[in-house]
């Protein structure tokens, strides 16, 4: 079983709709959950993070984190088609992040 | 403008050939980092360094070798006993401080090596 597990996708949806991204973790142990958007043929870039659980929010985006579920999930309101990316969970395990293969996403105009 | 830079951002090899693949930082990070990209797989790290000189292996480390001889690069080579390398490899580095403890890292723009 792999430590942060993603559905790759992909997930298309219209212009302005609520999108909702999600992963799940087996390592109780983890703390700090992240989420990296990567558009294509370029490098990641951090969205944002949270500590244990609870909800982050920052704009049009909200991170959650539910440790009881070991569930992170990534909410997109009004999406863009400028968001259409592929999103990468992942998790901090000591020195080192463990992601999830990545969610790509499609906004149609 | 800091940043991480990688090159070259395409590149060829014939089989049985080593080639170096460059990741330079001018953001005074001590850690840094090599991960390989193939499709449908995420993010794997080959190898990470924390601080200069030293260098640990990491999941996918076989067929790889890398050098920390100065703070700002980190190469890494591809070997030629590396069975399956053509992929897109990334380097990143991460900030100290709170950012750090956190997990995050910058990246840079990536490699994509195409073994013919």
């Known amino acids: 079983q792999k430590e942060v597990e993603q559905d790759p996708g992909p997930l298309s949806v219209p212009e302005g709709a609520i999108v909702s991204l999600n992963c799940t973790y087996s390592?109780?142990?983890?703390?700090?959950f992240m989420w990296y958007r990567q558009y294509s043929r370029k490098g990641p870039e951090l969205l944002m993070y949270?500590?244990?659980?609870g909800n982050k929010e920052d704009g049009r985006f909200t991170a959650q984190v539910d440790k009881s579920s070991k569930y992170i999930s990534l909410f997109i309101r009004d999406s863009q088609p400028s968001d259409s990316a592929t999103y990468l969970c992942?998790?901090?395990?000591?020195?080192?992040?463990?992601f999830g293969s990545g969610t790509r996403l499609l906004v149609r105009p | 403008d800091g940043g991480i830079t990688q090159s070259p951002k395409y590149l060829f090899r014939k089989e049985g050939q080593n080639v170096t693949l460059s990741c330079e930082q001018n953001?005074?990070?001590?850690?840094m980092y090599w991960y390989r990209q193939d499709p449908g797989q995420g993010l794997r790290l080959i190898y990470y360094?924390?601080?200069?000189?030293?260098?640990q292996k990491g999941d996918i480390a076989e067929g790889y070798s890398v050098s920390r001889e100065k703070k700002e690069s980190f190469p890494l080579t591809v070997t030629s006993a590396q069975k399956n390398p053509t992929a897109f490899y990334l380097c990143?580095?991460?900030?100290?401080?709170?950012?750090?403890?956190?997990?995050?890292?910058?990246f840079g723009p990536g490699t994509r090596l195409t073994v013919l």
């Open positions: 992942a998790s901090r395990s000591s020195y080192k992040l463990i």
């Open positions: 390592n109780s142990a983890f703390q700090y």
């Open positions: 949270t500590y244990s659980s």
């Open positions: 953001l005074n990070h001590d850690a």
């Open positions: 360094s924390q601080i200069v000189n030293d260098f």
């Open positions: 990143a580095s991460r900030p100290p401080g709170l950012a750090g403890t956190v997990g995050e890292q910058f």
